[in-house]
C-alpha cells in the first residue's frame, strides 16, 4: 500500500532554510572567484574551484524552486485568495529589498574605488532620466529595463527583476499543474527550449518544478522511498551514490554548454533533496545552514559591496590569498552585516509597517 499524504515528512520551512544556506554559500563563492584573477589567490581544494568557479550559478535554480514551492504549497491548498498571496509576497520582497537598498544608495559613493556620483552609476541625462533610473533600481526592475549592468547600482541584484516576473506566472503554474499534473513541467520545459529569446524564460522549468514538488508532496514521497524503510546502511550509500551520479551528469552538461539552465536545475533539486534528506539530520551542520538561510536574502543584496563596491575591502579579503579563507571572510562579513540591518529593523518597527501591508 502506497504511503499516504499524511505520513510523508514534510519539507518544513527549516528544511527551505537549509536549501537556501547551501545556496548562498555556492553563490558567495562564485562572485568571489567565478571571473577573478586567478593570480590573485590559490584555491585549497582545486577541484572545488574548477567546479563552482566557472558553473557555481547553479545557485539561482535554488531560490526559484523553493520560490516556486512556497507559493505552490498556499495556492493549491486555497489558504488565502490569489490577489492576497501576491500581495504578500510582494511586500515581502521589497521587505528585505528596499533596506538594503537604501543602504548601498547611501554608502556607495563613499566606498567605491572613487567618488561615485548619481550620473556614475545610473548614467548621463536630464534630471528626469536620472530619477527614472534611481525609481527603476528601487522597484528591483533594472534588469528588465535594461539588461546586465546597465543604469544599475548592484546588477548582482538581477535576481529581483526575476522574482517580481515569477510572481506574475506562478498563478499560472499552478492551476497548469492542477489541470495537467506533472504534464505541465514538461510544457514548460518544451517552452524553455523552443522559446528562448525571452530574457526569464530559461527559469521558468525550475519554477514550475517547484510547483510540481508541492502539488505532489515530492520532497517527501522521494524522501519516504530513499530511506529503504529504515535500512540506512543500503539507504545513505545509494543517496550518495545517486547525488554523485547526477552531478556528473550536470558538471558534464554544463562543459559542454548544453540546457545550462535545466542542468542547473536538476543539480539544485538533487542537492536541496540530498539536504533534506540527509544533512538536516546533522546537528551542528544543519543548524549552520538553517542560519546562513534564515539570512541568504541580506547576504546576497550585500556581499558584493565587500567585493566590488569597497576597494579596502575588496583588497584586504583577497590579502588572505587561499580562496577558502578569501569565502569565509565575506560570508561572515556579510553576515554581520545582515545582523546588523535586521537589528535596524526591528528597532525601526519597518518590519511591523510591513507586516501591516503584507496584510499578517
Same mark, same amino acid.
Not at 533600481?137 to 548592484?154: E, M, R
Given at each position: 500500500?502506497?504511503?499516504?499524504?499524511?505520513t510523508l515528512?514534510a519539507?518544513?520551512?527549516?528544511?527551505?532554510?537549509?536549501c537556501k544556506?547551501i545556496? +548562498?554559500?555556492? @553563490?558567495?563563492?562564485?562572485?568571489?572567484?567565478?571571473?577573478?584573477d586567478?593570480?590573485?589567490f590559490?584555491?585549497?581544494?582545486?577541484?572545488?574551484?574548477?567546479? %563552482?568557479?566557472?558553473?557555481?550559478?547553479?545557485?539561482?535554480?535554488?531560490f526559484?524552486?523553493?520560490?516556486?514551492?512556497?507559493f505552490?504549497?498556499?495556492?493549491l491548498?486555497?489558504?488565502?485568495?490569489?490577489l492576497?498571496?501576491?500581495?504578500?509576497?510582494?511586500?515581502?520582497?521589497?521587505?528585505?529589498?528596499?533596506?538594503? !537598498?537604501?543602504l548601498?544608495?547611501? +554608502?556607495?559613493?563613499?566606498?567605491?574605488?572613487?567618488?561615485?556620483?548619481l550620473?556614475?552609476?545610473?548614467g548621463?541625462?536630464?534630471?528626469?532620466?536620472?530619477?527614472?533610473?534611481? %525609481?527603476i533600481?528601487?522597484?528591483?526592475?533594472?534588469?528588465?529595463?535594461?539588461?546586465?549592468?546597465?543604469?544599475?547600482?548592484?546588477q548582482?541584484?538581477?535576481?529581483m527583476?526575476?522574482?517580481?516576473?515569477l510572481l506574475?506566472? %506562478?498563478?499560472?503554474?499552478?492551476?497548469?499543474?492542477?489541470?495537467?499534473?506533472?504534464?505541465?513541467?514538461g510544457?514548460?520545459?518544451?517552452a524553455?527550449?523552443?522559446?528562448?529569446? !525571452?530574457?526569464?524564460?530559461?527559469?521558468?522549468?525550475?519554477? @514550475?518544478?517547484?510547483v510540481c %514538488?508541492a502539488?505532489?508532496?515530492?520532497?517527501?514521497?522521494?524522501?519516504?522511498?530513499?530511506g529503504?524503510?529504515?535500512?540506512?546502511?543500503?539507504s545513505v550509500?545509494?543517496?550518495?551514490?545517486?547525488?554523485?551520479?547526477?552531478?556528473?551528469?550536470?558538471?558534464?552538461?554544463r562543459q559542454?554548454?548544453?540546457?545550462?539552465?535545466?542542468?542547473?536545475?536538476?543539480?539544485?533539486?538533487?542537492?536541496?533533496?540530498?539536504c533534506?534528506?540527509l544533512?538536516?539530520?546533522?546537528?551542528?551542520?544543519?543548524?549552520l545552514?538553517?542560519?546562513l538561510?534564515r539570512?541568504?536574502?541580506n547576504?546576497?543584496?550585500?556581499?558584493s559591496?565587500?567585493?566590488?563596491?569597497?576597494?579596502?575591502?575588496?583588497?584586504?579579503?583577497?590579502r588572505?590569498?587561499y580562496?577558502?579563507?578569501?569565502?569565509?571572510a565575506v560570508?561572515?562579513?556579510s553576515?554581520? @552585516?545582515?545582523?546588523?540591518?535586521?537589528?535596524?529593523k526591528?528597532?525601526?518597527?519597518?518590519n511591523?509597517l510591513?507586516?501591516?501591508?503584507?496584510?499578517?
Open positions: 500500500m502506497e504511503t499516504s499524504q499524511k515528512p519539507f518544513t520551512p527549516q528544511a527551505t532554510n537549509l544556506g545556496a +548562498i554559500c555556492i @553563490m558567495v563563492y562564485y562572485h568571489c572567484f567565478g571571473a577573478t586567478e593570480s590573485l590559490t584555491p585549497v581544494l582545486p577541484f572545488l574551484y574548477r567546479i %563552482l568557479g566557472p558553473y557555481g550559478n547553479v545557485c539561482v535554480p535554488f526559484v524552486i523553493l520560490t516556486g514551492y512556497g505552490a504549497l498556499k495556492y491548498r486555497h489558504d488565502r485568495p490569489v492576497r498571496q501576491l500581495r504578500t509576497r510582494t511586500v515581502r520582497l521589497y521587505q528585505s529589498y528596499w533596506p538594503a !537598498f537604501l548601498g544608495f547611501l +554608502i556607495t559613493p563613499v566606498i567605491g574605488r572613487f567618488w561615485t556620483g550620473s556614475t552609476t545610473y548621463e541625462g536630464t534630471p528626469f532620466q536620472l530619477l527614472e533610473r534611481i %525609481l533600481n528601487a522597484l528591483g526592475l533594472s534588469h528588465y529595463a535594461y539588461g546586465d549592468g546597465i543604469y544599475t547600482l548592484n548582482t541584484w538581477w535576481y527583476s526575476l522574482a517580481l516576473i506574475l506566472f %506562478l498563478p499560472c503554474f499552478c492551476a497548469m499543474f492542477e489541470r495537467l499534473r506533472f504534464w505541465s513541467l510544457i514548460v520545459t518544451l524553455a527550449l523552443l522559446l528562448p529569446s !525571452f530574457r526569464y524564460l530559461a527559469y521558468f522549468p525550475a519554477a @514550475m518544478l517547484g %514538488l502539488g505532489s508532496s515530492g520532497f517527501g514521497r522521494v524522501k519516504e522511498r530513499a529503504l524503510g529504515g535500512r540506512w546502511y543500503l550509500p545509494l543517496q550518495l551514490l545517486g547525488l554523485f551520479l547526477v552531478l556528473l551528469l550536470w558538471y558534464r552538461l559542454q554548454d548544453l540546457y545550462p539552465v535545466l542542468a542547473n536545475t536538476l543539480a539544485a533539486w538533487a542537492i536541496s533533496q540530498f533534506f534528506n544533512l538536516a539530520g546533522i546537528p551542528v551542520l544543519g543548524r545552514l538553517r542560519y538561510g539570512h541568504s536574502g547576504i546576497f543584496y550585500l556581499h559591496f565587500i567585493l566590488s563596491y569597497a576597494n579596502y575591502t575588496g583588497v584586504l579579503v583577497f588572505l590569498h580562496d577558502l579563507l578569501i569565502f569565509a560570508l561572515l562579513v553576515l554581520a @552585516m545582515s545582523i546588523c540591518l535586521e537589528w535596524f526591528r528597532v525601526s518597527r519597518w511591523r510591513m507586516d501591516t501591508l503584507a496584510g499578517t
